[in-house]
């Protein structure tokens, strides 16, 4: 259209994923300027929002308020000017920052965040100042404006290491001085690289931040020893008493942890020195511990003794996840071994591990390792995002309308990247379960992982390494299909904070995967009686027959086929048919149908007064069918 007279010119077909999802028959259309395209109301003209591609994956969208969205490189770039003044959307982001702002807007959905003009921005942040002049101490200053000073924050290689109160910094006439002992630091710098230290210092509402303050501490000189991973696999299948009790969290954590060892040797072990250190504790036979919960915190310590700053440190939790709390103010538990049904709801602190105690136990003054990894294969394990999230915000609110939570979410997760440094991949998201798969003896979770490795090259950066988040990605993509196969839901949630490699994944390592050969899948039963003046299952035949199937189903990893009821799966076989009463006796018909087509007939007789028996009959004689015909 042209801009001016909004005359139609001509119609270019755009092949931006944002863009696709727009209805421009809803009273929108396109206006394109140089450099950017704003959708806009038919009617009146008016631009509803302006969208920017800056290549062909990122871009940048905001609206007439100055609101804005878009891939994470392109938001850094975005600054406003007052006079002199910068101000980086990096520092208002908590504010301006509306995720998913395109698609709201076109849904008509309220947007309740601030505008640019009611920030007030200019003049309103604190400056910080780098008035070192010793060799062996920082010296910052710190200027309050018309925001105030709240809480000043320092980072170092972007993961947050203190916070420090205005109370806690000398106040010499209204400006703030941050004094640190380099000696202080030592322990956390990475040997081998350049070190970013960088201050931040917030309004006193700890809404806006400063323009970041980035000082170098160039490394490069020391000498770089190969990283060390120091990997803690927790798999918990028996608890006390029988009713919490799992079928593979163990083996789970066993699975992880060899695949884990087996590529991170070939990636580190290169200069003759052991740098993969592994703890498995699980309720399977072999293990270096039991995943009681005063073993984790004591190995975890042991890490804390020995781990450095460019160390590895990955914690993986198989087993039983609750939320706990009020309504307003619930927390994530991994349940550990020493659970019970019992305590598992009345002394949940006692036997279960808290976000807040693990945040504390592997936090960098307690583990210096900068790169860590966390893996829940747990339900409800979104649930520990949020809860970092709400650790890592400290005073800091992230309410928002139900609308707008999703967005808060996103946001908030972001923070945690730049807060913490952890790199946390959930089975599931705070208020969904997390399955065990029988069809493939895991964890939906861990089973998606093993397969990522073993059939999906394409996730290994230069055909052979194992990068985190492509891994994590593959998986959670893999978790989604398979969930959605069998008809329930389970939506894995990441959190990222870099790309690194963490193993070498050759021939060797592929082999030494053993995925459980996937399990004949079988559905409801649907029988009915052969008799047309009673065409139903008056027997309940389908009610016995399920049982069965079930029953055969629940032997763990020796069973030989899967029963998941009500599944959409093509690949799930369904038996059906008809029987024929005579007296005492039963004559059936047995279809072993898949995907609309029959597969195979069985026919069988069987007692009426022993339904017990002949169900099992035919549960067994198609499991056995299917078994050998997978």
């Known amino acids: ?6 005359k139609f010119i001509k119609t ?32 009146t003209g008016k631009k509803i929002y302006t969208f920017i591609a800056v290549d062909s994956t990122d871009y940048l969208v905001y609206d007439k308020y100055n609101r804005y969205d878009g891939t994470s490189g392109p938001r850094k770039l975005l600054y406003f000017t007052c006079g002199t003044e910068v101000i980086e959307l990096d520092q208002v982001k908590d504010q301006l920052w509306v995720p998913n702002l395109a698609e709201r807007i076109m849904k008509g959905d309220s947007i309740n965040a601030k505008t640019l003009d009611e920030l007030n921005i200019c003049g309103l942040t604190p400056e910080v100042e780098d008035s070192s002049f010793k060799a062996d101490e920082y010296y910052f200053k710190i200027f309050p404006r018309r925001g105030g000073l709240g809480e000043t924050v320092l980072y170092l290689n972007g993961i947050e290491v203190k916070r420090y109160k205005p109370a806690e910094l000398k106040n010499n006439g209204g400006t703030y001085e941050l004094k640190i002992k380099k000696a202080a630091l030592k322990d956390l710098f990475v040997a081998g690289k ?44 028996d608890y006390k008493g029988d009713e919490l009790d799992l079928k593979y969290p163990g083996k789970d ?46 190995v975890l310590e042991e890490i804390g003794n020995k781990a450095k700053a460019n160390d590895i440190l990955l914690i993986f939790f198989a087993g039983h996840g609750v939320m706990r709390g009020s309504e307003d103010n619930k927390q994530f538990y991994f349940l550990t071994a020493d659970a019970s049904i019992n305590s598992s ?93 029988g069809r493939y003896s895991q964890g939906l979770l861990t089973y998606s992982l093993l397969k990522a490795v073993k059939q999906q090259p394409d996730i290994l950066n230069e055909g052979k390494y194992l990068d985190v988040s492509k891994w994590f990605n593959a998986a959670r993509e893999t978790v989604s299909a398979l969930s959605k196969e069998t008809g329930a839901r389970q939506d894995p949630q990441i959190v990222t904070n870099t790309n690194f490699n963490i193993g070498v994944v050759d021939e060797e390592v592929m082999a030494k995967i053993v995925l459980q ?45 899967v029963y998941a009821g009500i599944t959409s799966s093509a690949e799930a076989y369904t038996l059906s048919g008809r029987y024929n009463i005579t007296g005492n006796a039963i004559t059936i018909k047995v279809f072993i149908i898949q995907n609309k087509e029959v597969k195979q007939k069985i ?8 339904l017990d028996e002949f169900s099992a009959l035919i549960a067994t004689q198609a499991a056995e069918w299917a078994g050998k015909n997978k």
């Not at 029988?527 to 299952?537: G, H, I, L, R, S």
């Open 517 to 561: 050969n996937e399990k004949p899948l079988f559905a409801a039963c649907n029988f009915q009686n052969a008799d047309e003046n009673n065409p139903v299952d008056n027997l309940g035949l389908n009610k016995l027959i399920d049982q069965q199937l079930n029953y055969i189903s629940s032997r763990g990893t020796d069973a030989p086929i």
């Open 603 to 610: 026919d069988l007789t069987g007692m009426k007064d022993k």
């Open 253 to 298: 954590a066993t699975d992880i942890s060899a695949l884990v060892s087996n590529a991170a040797k070939k990636l580190l072990n290169t200069d003759g020195v052991e740098h993969v250190f592994m703890y498995n504790l699980t309720t399977d036979k072999d293990h270096y511990q039991l995943p009681e919960k005063k073993s984790i915190k004591k």
């Open 1 to 6: 259209l042209d801009a001016v007279n909004f």
């Open 194 to 237: 350049e070190n970013r230290l960088t201050v931040k210092a917030f309004t006193s509402d700890n809404a806006i931040s400063s323009r970041a303050l980035n000082i170098s501490e160039d490394k490069s000189i020391d000498k770089a020893t190969a990283p060390n991973l120091f990997a803690v696999m927790v798999g918990v299948s």
């Open 12 to 43: 270019i077909e755009l092949d931006h994923g944002l863009l696709k999802d727009i209805d421009f028959t809803n009273n929108r259309f396109l206006i394109m300027y140089p450099g950017d395209i704003s959708i806009a109301d038919f009617e």
């Open 345 to 437: 709801f009345g002394a949940v602190a006692d036997v279960g591990i808290s976000t807040s105690e693990l945040t504390e136990w592997i936090k960098p003054a307690n583990i210096k390792a900068q790169k860590r990894i966390m893996i829940f294969d747990a339900c409800n394990s979104g649930q520990a995002i949020k809860d970092f999230v709400k650790l890592g915000s400290k005073d800091q609110e992230y309410v928002a309308a139900r609308s707008d939570e999703k967005g808060q979410e996103i946001k908030a997760i972001e923070k945690l990247n730049n807060q913490s440094g952890l790199f946390i991949l959930s089975a599931s998201a705070s208020n969904l379960a997390a399955y065990e798969m």
